[in-house]
Nanobody, 122 residues
Framework: QVQLVESGGGLVQTGGSLRLSCAAS????????MGWFRQAPGKEREFVAA????????NYADSVKGRFIISGDNAKNTVYLQMNNLKPEDTAVYYC???????????????WGQGTQVTVSS
């Protein structure tokens, strides 16, 4: 069992920045890889970014590449999503996810956080 708790969402203007955090806990958390998804109103949940346990490998959706950075701190079992140059279309509920394999856009994570709202005003 893995528990995921996100934080850091909020309201920001276009062009602004936010950093999301996801704290993971549980007896087997070190076996899991982490990532971020998001779901905008009326849309399906979509992949945003993923990171390997070592941090060596990362993957991003084309829509956020060059603006978002995923990173991790294994000592704290925490993953971060630094979001820069935010756009109104980034408005969504952002979810942290954990999976035994490296998370991909077509993956099916085993665990999900409760989500944190990010709203970008124009």
């Amino acid at each position: 069992q893995v528990q995921l708790v996100e934080s850091g969402g909020g309201l920001v203007q276009t062009g602004g920045s936010l950093r999301l955090s996801c704290a993971a806990s549980g007896p087997t958390v070190s076996s899991y890889k982490m990532g971020w998804f998001r779901q905008a109103p009326g849309k399906e949940r979509e992949f945003v970014a993923a990171i390997s346990r070592s941090g060596t490998f990362t993957n991003y959706a084309d829509s956020v590449k060059g603006r978002f950075i995923i990173s991790g701190d294994n000592a704290k079992n925490t993953v971060y999503l630094q979001m820069n140059n935010l756009k109104p279309e980034d408005t969504a509920v952002y979810y942290c996810a954990a999976e035994r394999s490296f998370i991909t856009s077509s993956g099916e994570p085993d665990y999900w956080g409760q989500g944190t709202q990010v709203t970008v005003s124009s």
